[in-house]
């Protein structure tokens, strides 16, 4: 991903931070670094392989920083 993840995630709000994933809310409209439509949400893995289980359907857009996954939503 051609992005500076740190600069990224100060943009975001922190909502769950566990062994396995992390997760951030796009409270001020970032753009999405795949597609550039503002996203909503990002989950960034950090264990591999990590399953996610997701309660409704959404679009994702998913891009790798150092080993990291890194996955937009979008509704």
């Known amino acids: 991903m051609d992005i500076d ?8 709000t922190k909502r ?3 062994a396995a994933i992390k997760s951030y809310q796009n409270t001020v409209s970032v ?4 597609c ?3 996203f909503d949400d990002l989950v960034v893995c950090k ?14 857009c998913v891009g790798v920083d150092d080993g990291q996954a ?3 939503t979008h509704s």
């Open 5 to 12: 993840t740190e600069e990224l995630l100060t943009s975001l």
């Open 16 to 18: 769950e931070d566990n």
């Open 31 to 34: 753009a999405c670094p795949a």
């Open 36 to 38: 550039g439509d503002p």
């Open 47 to 60: 264990q591999n392989p990590t399953s996610l289980d997701l309660s409704k359907q959404l679009d994702l």
């Open 70 to 72: 890194y996955i937009f």
